[in-house]
Nanobody, 121 residues
Framework: QVQLVESGGGLVQAGGSLRLSCAAS????????MGWYRQAPGKQRELVAA???????KYVDSVKGRFTISTDNAKKTVYLQMNSLKPEDTAVYYC???????????????WGQGTQVTVSS
């Protein structure tokens, strides 16, 4: 059974930082793609960042230079370091896991329950 458990969300002032973690179990971690998505109230869920088992990464334009996705294969954990946070980054952040192809297609098989990130102005 695949499980993704996010942590690290919270309330932070604009300009601050947070690091989200997503611990994965039940999947072959080294051969998958992992992604972070977010959904703000009244908006569609969007991809924030993704990473492959080979370390390829991609980011939505609005977070480039501020967010960094990384993995710790030994811990089966993917991280999202978020710096210079803005109020528009406020959303529920979801971790996703899937086959390598998901990095390009966005078709992830597994999702976490989400963690709230709130950035105050």
């Amino acid at each position: 059974q695949v499980q993704l458990v996010e942590s690290g969300g919270g309330l932070v002032q604009a300009g601050g930082s947070l690091r989200l973690s997503c611990a994965a179990s039940g999947i072959i971690f080294n051969y998958n793609a992992m992604g972070w998505y977010r959904q703000a109230p009244g908006k569609q869920r969007e991809l924030v960042a993704a990473i492959t088992s080979r370390g390829a990464t991609k980011y939505v334009d609005s977070v480039k230079g501020r967010f960094t996705i990384s993995t710790d294969n030994a811990k089966k954990t993917v991280y999202l370091q978020m710096n210079s946070l803005k109020p528009e980054d406020t959303a529920v952040y979801y971790c996703a896991a899937g086959p390598l192809s998901a990095f390009w297609t966005g078709k992830y098989d597994y999702w976490g329950q989400g963690t709230q990130v709130t950035v105050s102005s």
